[in-house]
């Protein structure tokens, strides 16, 4: 079965097991999700990412952070772009994210 928006799909994973409290969660790897991941982890939202064939596409694993309080570093993820509904900003458009204590990943 194809995947209509796997961006999508990746940041649902992400939202869901750091809301049930797993430690890491699975994902089918491409390209840009390994970037995303790359970009989470160096921002310290994610502790640590890995790769491993699983005989098709590869699976990336995506070991979550929490706080000294067991709650999810990672409190809000969404897809503003998506294949339905196309946005564009100039970069004197881009606003803050969560007044400065969060991230916009941007592509071109």
């Given at each position: 079965m194809s995947m209509t928006d796997p961006i999508a799909d990746m940041l649902t994973r992400i939202r869901n097991a750091s809301s049930a409290q797993h430690r890491s969660v699975d994902v089918p790897a491409s390209g840009?999700?390994?970037?995303?991941?790359?970009?989470?982890?160096?921002?310290?939202?994610?502790?640590n990412f890995a790769f491993y064939e699983d005989g098709k596409q590869g699976q990336l694993r995506l070991y979550l952070r929490y706080d000294d309080k067991s709650r999810g570093i990672i409190q809000g993820i969404r897809r503003a772009s998506r294949p339905g509904l196309r946005r564009y900003a100039?970069?004197?458009?881009?606003?803050?994210?969560?007044?400065g204590l969060g991230i916009a990943i941007v592509t071109t």
């Open positions: 840009i999700k390994r970037e995303i991941s790359r970009v989470l982890a160096e921002e310290r939202f994610i502790d100039a970069k004197t458009e881009l606003l803050r994210v969560r007044r």
